[in-house]
Protein backbone atom coordinates (compact mmCIF):
# COMPACT_ATOMS: atom_id res chain seq x y z
CA UNK A 1 0.00 0.00 0.00
CA UNK A 2 1.21 3.23 -0.66
CA UNK A 3 2.49 5.64 1.92
CA UNK A 4 2.97 9.56 2.35
CA UNK A 5 5.21 11.48 4.02
CA UNK A 6 4.98 14.74 4.38
CA UNK A 7 8.64 16.53 6.03
CA UNK A 8 9.78 20.29 6.41
CA UNK A 9 10.17 22.84 9.32
CA UNK A 10 7.65 22.73 12.39
CA UNK A 11 7.76 26.32 12.52
CA UNK A 12 8.08 29.47 10.43
CA UNK A 13 8.31 33.22 11.11
CA UNK A 14 5.59 35.69 9.73
CA UNK A 15 6.03 37.09 6.18
CA UNK A 16 8.52 33.69 5.33
CA UNK A 17 7.62 30.33 2.68
CA UNK A 18 6.69 27.65 4.19
CA UNK A 19 8.02 24.76 2.33
CA UNK A 20 6.70 21.11 2.34
CA UNK A 21 8.24 17.70 0.77
CA UNK A 22 5.78 15.06 0.32
CA UNK A 23 7.73 11.62 -0.45
CA UNK A 24 5.49 8.88 -2.11
CA UNK A 25 7.10 5.26 -0.74
CA UNK A 26 6.82 3.10 -3.74
CA UNK A 27 7.39 5.77 -6.35
CA UNK A 28 3.93 5.42 -7.69
CA UNK A 29 3.92 9.13 -8.38
CA UNK A 30 2.84 9.33 -12.25
CA UNK A 31 -0.53 9.24 -13.11
CA UNK A 32 -2.63 10.43 -10.96
CA UNK A 33 -3.17 13.55 -9.12
CA UNK A 34 -2.21 15.12 -5.82
CA UNK A 35 -3.36 17.20 -3.47
CA UNK A 36 -2.45 19.59 -0.55
CA UNK A 37 -4.70 20.08 2.43
CA UNK A 38 -4.48 21.91 5.88
CA UNK A 39 -6.35 22.09 8.93
CA UNK A 40 -5.94 24.56 11.38
CA UNK A 41 -6.14 23.05 15.19
CA UNK A 42 -9.59 22.25 16.54
CA UNK A 43 -10.88 23.10 13.27
CA UNK A 44 -12.20 20.99 9.75
CA UNK A 45 -9.99 20.60 6.75
CA UNK A 46 -9.45 23.18 3.93
CA UNK A 47 -8.18 22.21 0.32
CA UNK A 48 -5.45 24.32 -0.55
CA UNK A 49 -5.07 22.53 -4.34
CA UNK A 50 -3.80 19.92 -6.18
CA UNK A 51 -1.47 19.23 -9.01
CA UNK A 52 -2.92 16.72 -12.29
CA UNK A 53 -0.90 13.99 -14.03
CA UNK A 54 -0.21 16.69 -16.93
CA UNK A 55 0.79 19.52 -14.39
CA UNK A 56 -1.94 21.27 -14.53
CA UNK A 57 -3.17 22.51 -10.67
CA UNK A 58 -5.91 24.00 -9.17
CA UNK A 59 -5.63 26.22 -6.10
CA UNK A 60 -8.30 27.61 -3.41
CA UNK A 61 -9.09 30.79 -4.72
CA UNK A 62 -8.34 32.21 -0.68
CA UNK A 63 -4.96 31.28 -1.18
CA UNK A 64 -4.26 31.27 -5.05
CA UNK A 65 -1.86 34.03 -4.59
CA UNK A 66 0.95 32.54 -2.58
CA UNK A 67 0.30 28.97 -3.30
CA UNK A 68 2.96 26.75 -5.69
CA UNK A 69 2.24 23.16 -6.10
CA UNK A 70 4.41 21.42 -7.62
CA UNK A 71 5.95 17.46 -8.57
CA UNK A 72 9.56 16.39 -9.01
CA UNK A 73 8.86 12.90 -10.53
CA UNK A 74 12.43 11.71 -10.00
CA UNK A 75 12.45 11.91 -6.39
CA UNK A 76 8.95 10.67 -5.82
CA UNK A 77 7.93 13.73 -4.60
CA UNK A 78 5.21 16.62 -4.41
CA UNK A 79 5.84 20.21 -3.11
CA UNK A 80 4.46 22.77 -1.24
CA UNK A 81 5.40 26.25 -1.71
CA UNK A 82 3.12 29.06 0.79
CA UNK A 83 4.58 32.29 0.64
CA UNK A 84 4.24 35.27 3.25
CA UNK A 85 2.79 33.12 6.22
CA UNK A 86 0.94 34.53 8.86
CA UNK A 87 -0.62 33.20 12.09
CA UNK A 88 -3.62 32.10 9.84
CA UNK A 89 -1.55 29.73 7.96
CA UNK A 90 -0.40 27.33 11.46
CA UNK A 91 -2.19 24.29 10.82
CA UNK A 92 -1.25 20.85 10.20
CA UNK A 93 -0.64 20.01 6.40
CA UNK A 94 -1.48 17.27 4.41
CA UNK A 95 -1.04 15.78 1.09
CA UNK A 96 -3.08 13.09 -0.13
CA UNK A 97 -3.14 11.07 -3.69
CA UNK A 98 -6.14 12.18 -5.91
CA UNK A 99 -7.55 15.30 -7.19
CA UNK A 100 -11.38 14.74 -6.40
CA UNK A 101 -11.06 11.87 -3.86
CA UNK A 102 -7.93 11.69 -0.99
CA UNK A 103 -7.78 7.81 -0.92
CA UNK A 104 -4.78 8.04 0.57
CA UNK A 105 -3.19 10.63 3.06
CA UNK A 106 0.34 11.13 4.60
CA UNK A 107 0.10 11.00 8.42
CA UNK A 108 0.17 14.83 8.44
CA UNK A 109 2.92 17.93 9.73
CA UNK A 110 1.85 20.64 12.07
CA UNK A 111 3.67 24.14 11.08
CA UNK A 112 3.71 27.04 13.14
CA UNK A 113 3.58 30.75 12.30
CA UNK A 114 5.21 32.41 15.13
CA UNK A 115 8.25 34.89 15.42
CA UNK B 1 -17.77 28.62 -2.64
CA UNK B 2 -20.38 25.33 -1.94
CA UNK B 3 -20.79 25.75 1.93
CA UNK B 4 -21.64 22.32 3.24
CA UNK B 5 -23.23 22.28 6.80
CA UNK B 6 -23.34 18.91 8.72
CA UNK B 7 -25.77 18.27 11.32
CA UNK B 8 -26.18 17.00 14.02
CA UNK B 9 -22.78 18.85 15.87
CA UNK B 10 -22.57 16.20 17.87
CA UNK B 11 -24.34 13.05 18.06
CA UNK B 12 -24.25 10.26 21.14
CA UNK B 13 -25.15 6.76 20.40
CA UNK B 14 -24.95 3.79 22.12
CA UNK B 15 -22.99 0.63 20.71
CA UNK B 16 -25.70 -1.44 18.06
CA UNK B 17 -27.68 1.55 17.01
CA UNK B 18 -27.35 3.48 13.85
CA UNK B 19 -26.52 6.96 12.81
CA UNK B 20 -27.79 8.84 10.43
CA UNK B 21 -25.50 11.86 9.66
CA UNK B 22 -26.55 15.30 7.38
CA UNK B 23 -24.62 16.62 4.37
CA UNK B 24 -26.32 20.34 3.11
CA UNK B 25 -25.20 22.11 0.53
CA UNK B 26 -25.87 25.40 -0.32
CA UNK B 27 -25.96 24.65 -3.82
CA UNK B 28 -26.35 21.71 -5.61
CA UNK B 29 -23.77 19.31 -5.93
CA UNK B 30 -23.45 16.17 -8.64
CA UNK B 31 -23.53 13.07 -6.78
CA UNK B 32 -20.62 11.83 -8.19
CA UNK B 33 -18.45 14.88 -6.45
CA UNK B 34 -19.59 14.22 -2.62
CA UNK B 35 -17.33 11.99 -0.03
CA UNK B 36 -17.79 11.14 3.35
CA UNK B 37 -14.25 11.10 5.90
CA UNK B 38 -13.74 9.68 8.77
CA UNK B 39 -11.18 11.17 11.10
CA UNK B 40 -9.97 9.36 14.07
CA UNK B 41 -8.32 11.65 17.37
CA UNK B 42 -4.70 12.31 16.30
CA UNK B 43 -5.24 10.45 12.34
CA UNK B 44 -5.53 11.68 9.08
CA UNK B 45 -8.99 11.76 7.52
CA UNK B 46 -9.68 8.28 5.84
CA UNK B 47 -12.00 8.07 2.94
CA UNK B 48 -14.79 6.47 3.53
CA UNK B 49 -17.36 6.99 0.59
CA UNK B 50 -17.13 8.58 -2.47
CA UNK B 51 -19.52 9.36 -5.24
CA UNK B 52 -22.34 9.44 -2.78
CA UNK B 53 -22.67 5.68 -1.69
CA UNK B 54 -19.76 4.48 -3.06
CA UNK B 55 -17.84 2.58 -0.23
CA UNK B 56 -13.69 2.90 -0.21
CA UNK B 57 -11.61 -0.08 -0.22
CA UNK B 58 -11.76 -1.64 3.05
CA UNK B 59 -14.69 0.10 4.69
CA UNK B 60 -17.14 -2.34 5.87
CA UNK B 61 -20.27 -2.37 4.65
CA UNK B 62 -22.06 -0.68 7.99
CA UNK B 63 -21.16 2.50 6.38
CA UNK B 64 -23.39 3.41 3.41
CA UNK B 65 -23.73 6.34 1.95
CA UNK B 66 -27.44 8.77 0.26
CA UNK B 67 -28.72 11.67 -1.32
CA UNK B 68 -28.97 14.03 -4.54
CA UNK B 69 -29.15 17.74 -5.25
CA UNK B 70 -28.41 19.34 -1.96
CA UNK B 71 -28.82 16.23 0.75
CA UNK B 72 -27.02 14.08 1.91
CA UNK B 73 -26.40 11.43 4.68
CA UNK B 74 -23.76 8.93 5.84
CA UNK B 75 -25.82 5.76 8.13
CA UNK B 76 -23.53 3.94 10.28
CA UNK B 77 -25.78 1.22 11.27
CA UNK B 78 -25.09 -1.16 13.86
CA UNK B 79 -22.48 1.26 15.64
CA UNK B 80 -19.32 0.21 17.67
CA UNK B 81 -16.90 1.62 19.76
CA UNK B 82 -13.85 2.15 17.10
CA UNK B 83 -16.58 4.27 15.42
CA UNK B 84 -15.98 7.34 17.46
CA UNK B 85 -14.43 10.11 15.26
CA UNK B 86 -15.41 13.15 13.42
CA UNK B 87 -16.90 12.71 10.18
CA UNK B 88 -16.63 15.30 7.15
CA UNK B 89 -18.26 15.49 4.24
CA UNK B 90 -16.53 17.34 1.45
CA UNK B 91 -17.71 18.30 -2.41
CA UNK B 92 -15.26 17.97 -5.36
CA UNK B 93 -17.22 19.13 -7.77
CA UNK B 94 -17.16 22.86 -7.86
CA UNK B 95 -13.68 24.53 -7.23
CA UNK B 96 -12.75 25.54 -4.71
CA UNK B 97 -13.36 21.85 -2.73
CA UNK B 98 -15.46 22.24 0.05
CA UNK B 99 -15.61 20.22 3.50
CA UNK B 100 -18.49 20.58 6.17
CA UNK B 101 -17.64 21.66 9.64
CA UNK B 102 -17.75 18.21 10.77
CA UNK B 103 -20.26 15.72 13.23
CA UNK B 104 -18.69 14.24 15.92
CA UNK B 105 -19.96 11.28 16.86
CA UNK B 106 -19.98 9.92 20.47
CA UNK B 107 -20.02 6.40 21.69
CA UNK B 108 -21.66 5.86 25.18
Known amino acids: QVQLQESGPGLVKPSETLSLTCTVS????????WSWIRQPPGKGPEWIGYINDRGNTDYNPSLKSRVTISVDTSKSQISLNLRSVTAADTAVYYCARGGFYNFYWGQGTLVTVSS | EVVLTQSPGTLSLSPGERATLSCRASQSVSANYLAWYQQKPGQAPRLLIYGTSSRASGIPDRFSGSGSGTDFTLTVSRLEPEDLAVYYCQQSAVSPYTFGQGTKLQIK
Open chain 1, 26 to 33: DGSISGYS
